[in-house]
């Protein structure tokens, strides 16, 4: 029984202290290992598949289509509401505009912000120069007067730009922020 019993006793130590490693040698380094943390949302680690929307992050793919690129999912589209304060201008995460039937341009922007009344649209201004066929646009927002509660909700908000009719030829259109500008051929 002594022999049984020396023997279990050995494989409960090895169980417990687990096998010998290089750092577990007298006066090798050890390297901390990271810790799994669940994420809200996150059903495990096969890339949120089938989590509900707004479960974690999602990275932009290049080339994945609108299912990897959040800045091409369900907007809410905003118009400008007045008496905001605090007016700041946001980052424009996404440009994109189109030459409509009728001649003119509308672009379309978009930028991830807050909820109502606590982020809103104030106002959209355009600096357009024929001479060098260039639009620079800068999206306004500002805050509900009085005291509101605040929450932190991300929310994917976009608005749409009259750009008017525009010369032909080929315009760069840019938003203040991250978007990269674009060219647009005007027929």
């Not at 799994?36 to 990275?59: C, M, W």
């Not at 189109?98 to 959209?124: E, F, K, M, Q, Y």
């Amino acid at each position: 029984m002594k022999p049984l019993a020396s023997l279990l006793l050995a494989f409960g130590l090895a169980a417990c202290g687990g096998a010998a490693t290089p750092a577990s040698k007298p006066g090798a380094a050890t390297t901390p290992r990271p810790t799994p943390t669940a994420v809200p949302g996150n059903p495990g680690t096969g890339g949120g598949s089938g989590s509900a929307p707004g479960g974690g992050i999602v990275i932009p793919v290049p080339g994945g289509g609108a299912n990897g690129n959040p800045l091409l999912g369900a907007a809410t589209y905003v118009k400008p509401t007045q008496g905001l304060v605090n007016p700041r201008t946001v980052n424009v995460q996404l440009v994109r505009a189109v030459v409509n039937a009728d001649g003119t341009v509308t672009a379309d922007l978009r930028w991830w912000s807050g909820i109502a009344p606590c982020n809103a649209l104030d106002h959209v201004e355009l600096v357009r120069d024929d001479a060098t066929k260039s639009i620079r646009i800068k999206v306004v927002e500002g805050s509900g007067a009085g005291d509101v509660a605040c929450i932190d909700i991300a929310q994917l908000s976009a608005t749409t730009v009259d750009l008017g009719a525009l010369a032909s030829g080929t315009w760069a259109i840019s938003a203040e922020g991250d978007a990269p500008a674009i060219k647009l051929e005007v027929p």
